[in-house]
Nanobody, 115 residues
Framework: QVQLVESGGGVVQPGGSLKLSCAASGTAIRQRTMAWYRQPPGKERELVARISSGFVTNYADSVKGRFTISRDNVGNTVYLRMNSLKPEDTAVYYC?????????WGQGTQVTVSS
């Protein structure tokens, strides 16, 4: 079955950087769109970034210029590089694989931006 496992979260000071990883198993991601979402405390889950099978990327306005989504089809992994982190980036970050049948989610990784 399809599994997504996120890693790389942690506590970082404002202005710092983190790189999240999402390792997929049970399916090859090379022909799939992949995405990162986040859910801040007390708020709804929101789209952060998306990357198509053709490497076309889209970003939420709030992260444009600071975050970069990338993919390694050989390693079956998607990444989210986060620079210039702000306290409002604090959230649980989820990897997402949408298919026609259903949407797959990882368990999430906590990112806390605090001084």
């Amino acid at each position: 079955q399809v599994q997504l496992v996120e890693s790389g979260g942690g506590v970082v000071q404002p202005g710092g950087s983190l790189k999240l990883s999402c390792a997929a198993s049970g399916t090859a991601i090379r022909q799939r769109t992949m995405a990162w979402y986040r859910q801040p405390p007390g708020k709804e889950r929101e789209l952060v970034a998306r990357i198509s099978s053709g490497f076309v990327t889209n970003y939420a306005d709030s992260v444009k210029g600071r975050f970069t989504i990338s993919r390694d089809n050989v390693g079956n992994t998607v990444y989210l590089r986060m620079n210039s982190l702000k306290p409002e980036d604090t959230a649980v970050y989820y990897c997402n694989l949408p298919t026609n049948e259903r949407s797959y989610w990882g368990q999430g990784t906590q990112v806390t931006v605090s001084s």
